[in-house]
């Protein structure tokens, strides 16, 4: 079991993966991992989710995750993931707890078992572009959904906070949307999942 604590910004790409992959491909970026998240998130069957936000569900969700390539599954995990927002809904500070498992489906069956229920699904295919004397950046294609990169803060001086990492977005011209800094890509899904505008 890990705890991890982060700070990260997320944003919609303007226009296509491949598109958003040349532009990077053209300044030096190369691709240094490749990888798929397959989601299942598991709340409590008596959850009334008519009175809660998506945000609110999501905070009492449980994550079953399965993280691998295209030649073996890497990693099988149940999350938990707590995140701090301020009021305008930017992410202040997270951290979440993994439980490695041996099977997604025995792990399904045992949340089922008390009391869980499926809410959603979804699937993404990453890659991870670095640079020299750059951050990586992790461009998420996510099935049915606008794609999204991620970006880290690091150890790093130059890229140690938030506010540094969009004045490094903003100086590369990034093809991305500045209006949101913390798209929450599992609240737009429940959002349509449960047909309220996001």
């Not at 604590?5 to 919609?12: A, D, G, H, R, V």
């Not at 970026?29 to 991992?33: G, R």
């Not at 049915?144 to 794609?147: A, I, L, R, V």
């Not at 991620?150 to 690091?154: G, L, Q, V």
């Given at each position: 079991m890990g705890i991890k604590?982060?700070?990260?910004?997320?944003?919609?790409i303007k226009g296509s993966v491949e598109d958003f992959e040349s532009f990077?491909?053209?300044r030096g970026?190369?691709?240094?991992?490749t990888f798929y998240l397959d989601d299942i998130f598991m709340v409590?069957?008596?959850l009334d989710l008519s009175k809660l936000s998506s945000r609110e569900i999501l905070s009492k969700a449980l994550l079953i995750r399965e993280v691998g390539t295209e030649k073996a599954v890497r990693d099988k995990c149940i999350t938990y993931k707590k995140k701090e927002f301020d009021e305008n809904g930017n992410i202040l500070s997270q951290s979440s707890i993994n439980l490695k498992i041996d099977s997604i489906d025995t792990a399904e069956k045992l949340l089922t078992a008390i009391d869980y229920k499926r809410l959603m699904h979804a699937r993404e295919n990453?890659?991870?572009?670095?640079?020299?004397?750059?951050?990586?950046?992790?461009?998420k294609d996510i099935v049915?959904?606008?794609?999204l990169i991620?970006?880290?803060?690091?150890d790093d001086e130059e890229f140690d906070s938030v506010e540094k990492l969009v004045n490094w977005i903003k100086k590369e011209g990034l093809p991305v949307y500045l209006d949101n800094f913390f798209?929450?890509?599992?609240?737009?899904?429940l959002d349509k999942l449960l047909n309220r505008n996001s």
């Open positions: 604590n982060s700070n990260e910004i997320t944003l919609k990077l491909k053209e970026f190369k691709i240094t991992e409590n069957k008596d990453d890659k991870v572009y670095s640079r020299e004397g750059s951050v990586g950046i992790l461009v049915g959904e606008d794609p991620e970006i880290e803060t690091t798209v929450k890509k599992a609240e737009i899904i």
